[in-house]
């Protein structure tokens, strides 16, 4: 499990995983998350990945390399 924190409630509307070849993986609908979700990376391989987190301000992209 990964811990998504938002203290300052952010209005975000997504998360969108992608494997390192830009191939879509899972995704989760943030709109209702509040200050923290939890995003459950159980099912992923071991490798790295592109988190791309969507707001309503635009987007960020951040690597998580899952052990």
């Given at each position: 499990?990964?811990?998504l924190?938002?203290?300052q409630a952010v209005p975000l509307v997504?998360?969108?995983i992608y494997d390192m070849t830009g191939r879509f993986v899972t995704?989760?609908?943030l709109a209702d998350m509040g200050t923290?979700?939890?995003i459950d990376i159980s099912g992923l391989s071991t490798?790295?990945?592109m988190v791309i987190i969507e707001g309503q301000q635009g987007s960020l992209t951040k690597q998580l390399v899952k052990e």
């Open positions: 499990v990964v811990y924190s938002n203290p997504r998360l969108a995704e989760q609908d923290q979700a939890e490798a790295t990945y």
